[in-house]
């Protein structure tokens, strides 16, 4: 009936294999004259998903984490994973060939400073690994005398048979009923913070920034629309895009034409070569410790530091605003769907965490203009909704038994924005405790929801809100409350934040999750998630301070059913109710009518 | 009547010396081949209070304010303020010596890189920054194509007749019935630190941690009770501390010497340059750039970073807790005598600011147990009350006038406990709208009083507490909601802050002060601060983590005439009621019957 196209539910690891992989690597090591490699979980620009080929980490140790890396030695091997990962990697790597890292307890500098013996020659692939990155390795060879060098191709590569080709999917444009702002005019301002940093030239390393500039999109990996290219941007002068021209059909490649020149991704190197005198900006997160060398080696000097590009798309123009609206609306018609079709079918007691993400895709491919889920939806029933970062499998995949929790943390990529939520319902009746958890998370929510705060206010400032009514109870959540959405473009975009972490000022026009949770170990997950959209708050008389709020984009119910009405404020019953009327006034005209009446039901005052 | 014997009121600037000075200055840095010179406000161990002898900076440029730095070229110098010093700086200065150069908009190392030529050398006396700081200037320098010279002896030292002697004051025992902690105790503790630090030996150079360190305290600099010494203490063997033993009795010389060598200051130096092959912590905030060199330059290694001693001083103890708890009682009680007095005075419209200073330090003299003020009391009526860090001299000495807001920021270094109390009260009736304002600034206080937080929260994460129903407004404050303070030491103390930079978990037993506050520009200034001490709070059912919150320790009436009692939630007005009935519960029996009669009366409940 239903079906998932975006994801699948199957465990991929090839961990039987990996005995045999690692023995080749480090025969290969040795006519290499290395002590060592390492394997970090990444692709040239630091992407969050990556192309089948560059799965290079999970082809040898058997581990299919988005995060993570190995260290390979001549008779040990390590894999550093953090917290979320620690059980699926032992389940997915051979005992016999990797020791598990916990990231917490030692890095992989650490553990190297303390395992390489003196003398000793570490390999690593220059281009998987930021310059900071490096240097931190570099220096742990230092410490244990040690040197660290730099390899002519990734021997992973000789040795993967039907290693996958890199992507060579069509490139699309980005149109500006869409983008909103034209390349040329995103150049002007790029230049003009290309001259406040004294740069000559920009190196656009992130796909994200190199999709926003020339409003191109690309299929390259899962649930991110970019192409994987990359870019020189001169102070002066034409811009040039790196990608095979044949990827850009007749109408893309004109458009990017008319502002820039088009090269084959192999023209990179050579041009970076030809940067002598030049000071050259990269974006230190995702610029690889190659591209710093080819500029360095040249005579350029390689200035790192976060891309100008970053914060100029976290805000979003008009547009994308009117874009995410709509796109918010046509989701939130979706999730309606979903949870009239949960609540109807749920109780029987049949559903599995797998029907649900097939159930909730087909409802959102249903509204025509699905292009991809946004990341593979996290659906945890009981105590799998405890687990953060969940993905379920045909072998964790779980029965919704009557009484538990479910949470259910979903996106969709349509071309005018993208979308993540997160509702956690029950199938049944909930114990009082559930209900005091939902109750001080949904109070955290509100929090966020309705802060009022000056300019230049960080997320930082106002991530506390989300927190302390579950601080009174001696409770907390281990995740920061929010991050920043792209529009069509990546679900986790930099540079704003909602977390202890987040020191960037919330700009108007920037749009950030806000999804404070609970989680009970062993027993059930919470989590109330909308995206947020930076406004003007109308300045109160006397003001002396220009004042922000937010805007909640995000349209569905949240189960009232999980609520203790006499633990919220008036204030917060108001805005409970006043957002349930707006998912009601909005979402109903959407939908079929029995949906429609199940929505009038449970977006009842409260 | 009254006076104050701790605080003066004079304008001491020689504003009038200024040119000849740094003519002769010049003159001197021509025969050393010097182009320029610094001149920061500053003493070797980088004091926020310095001997009168290390105020080069005042009797060069004749600005008196505690934050500053000169920079003196052959043919121009400039001086360098923040934003509480433009005012002061430019009264203070000769126009046609000095420019005054706001830090906000250049810093020195920019303005020496734009304003140094090439090939120019700038002189600095080494002891006098920090390692950081000389390596900014240094790259100022580089990026000038200029040199960086440390000197041979300041050149002003020379200048400078009359300059004040070094201290040489009494150094006196602080009893372990105020310390609650030997000097061997806390060796055994800072040497666990070292340990974990991988250091051989710990370099002291902030004269509060030898203070705490060795159970000492001193009289050398105004308000903070330090010895200026400085100590080695190596992991293993006898540390050593740097002063002269004449300034220690014979009861002191003997109980330092039970577990410690007594050397002369001179012996530094030496003992430094015998620390080849070691590795010694050096406290990147207080030491100075010359001892760097003298450890690098013997071979030694040194390893800047914070000062282990730091974060240990600021937990109290189970007696230094004691002792402020009862230091607030008596310093309460000479804040219930002041404010009652206040209150009967002020009416009459002939009080002065300055009245108001000596009043209150002579009922805190009245205690026969004050030791100092522990800063230059801030006392300031309508719009002196705007300026935050205002200090009243006879010049700017306003009277207080009715229907005024008044504002006084004062503290008392007492053995027990160092305290630090702002009141914000009116002499007649105020405007609805600074009524408005306090009640908001009382509401962040009592955020931040009633704050209940788990484990290793930072002050970063509570500080918003203080903020939000000021933001609500389009109000807010521009410094944090508060610092550490110490225990009969430094009224500021490291590490953690209320304050969107107090990045420090705040631990049970650190204080910290709790003061928001609100300033209208040329109008009034509000602010509310009382001490507060972090505490465990008791876990409710079902808490997951150890909870935390605050014991207010400052026992003074809040003016209930500045308060809007329907902004206040009932939460609120619950515990401004108990926090006025502890006051006149514990102070009320410490003070003579018409102050009590008036305690009855201004602590009722609302």
Known sequence: MFEAHFQTF?????????????????????????????????????????????????????????AGSAVILLNRAALFVDGRYTVQAAEQTDPAVFEIVHLADTSPDKWLEANLGAGAKLGYDSWLHTSEGAEKLANACVAAGATLVAVDGNPIDALWRNRPAPPSGPVVLH????????????????RTELTKLRADVLLVSDPQNIAWTFNIRGNDVAHTPIPLAFALLPKEGRPTLYIE??????????????????????????????LKGN??????????????????????????????ITPMKAVKNKTEIAGSRAAHKRDGAAMARFLAWFDKEAPR?????????????????????????????????????????????????RRISKNELFLIDSGAQYQDGTTDITRTVVAGKPTPEMRDRFTRVLK?????ATAVFPENTSGAQIDPLARVALWEAG??????????????????????????LGTVALRRGMILSNEPGYYKTAAYGIRIENLVLVIAEPEPKGAERPLNTFETLTLAPIDRRLIDVKMLTPKERAWLNSYHKRVRDVIGPLVDAPTREWLKRVTKKI
Chains 1, 2 share one sequence.
Do not use: M
């Open 349 to 397: 007691g049949r559903l599995t965490e797998i029907d649900a993400v097939e159930a909730l895709e087909s409802f959102r491919r249903d509204t025509g203009a699905l292009k991809d889920v946004s990341f593979p939806t996290i659906s945890g029933s009981g105590p799998n909704g405890a687990i953060v970062h969940y993905r379920v499998t045909r072998k964790s995949n």
């Open 475 to 500: 409770l907390d959540f281990d995740h920061g409350t929010g991050h920043g959405v792209g529009s069509y473009l990546s679900v986790h975009e930099g540079p704003a934040r909602i977390s202890k």
């Open 175 to 190: 149109d500006l009923r869409f983008a909103g702002e034209s390349s040329a005019d995103k150049f002007k301002r790029i």
């Open 279 to 308: 000071t050259v900006r990269l974006d230190q997160a995702s610029a690889a410790h190659a591209i710093t060398r080819l500029i360095t080696d040249a005579g350029g000097n390689a200035a790192r530091g976060p891309d100008p």
């Open 10 to 66: 199957e465990d991929a690891s090839e961990r039987a294999e990996s005995a045999a992989r690692v023995a080749a690597l480090r025969a290969d090591l040795k006519k290499r004259g290395l002590d060592g490699f390492l394997v970090p979980r990444a692709d040239r620009q630091q992407n969050e998903y990556v192309p089948p080929g560059e799965e290079r980490l999970a082809w040898l140790t058997g581990f299919t984490g988005s």
């Open 245 to 274: 021209a044949g990827r850009l059909g007749n109408n893309v490649l004109q458009a990017v034409e008319d502002v820039a020149d088009v090269r084959a991704p192999d023209a990179l190197t050579r041009d970076l070569s030809n």
């Open 444 to 448: 955290g929510h509100i929090g966020i």
